[in-house]
């Protein structure tokens, strides 16, 4: 009995990851398809391009005043 009562809750458990696993995979497999092979991924069917960003937003380097280099 403590068998069973062990072994419903791991078999759901296993389901759960299966079906989320699964889920997972229909979404972004082609993303991870394309990356595997090295090439871009393919645009979606509906019409609607996603553009990305392309340069990296930069920092201005900000420089330590005088009383916070002190401090350190």
Known sequence: MI????TL???????LLLVLGANILDESGGKIVAALKGSSPQQPRNGVARHD???PRTRVPSRATE??????
């Open 67 to 72: 009383p916070l280099r002190a401090a350190a």
């Open 3 to 6: 068998a069973l009562l062990g």
């Open 9 to 15: 809750p791991f078999l759901a458990t296993l389901w």
């Open 53 to 55: 960003r392309t340069a």
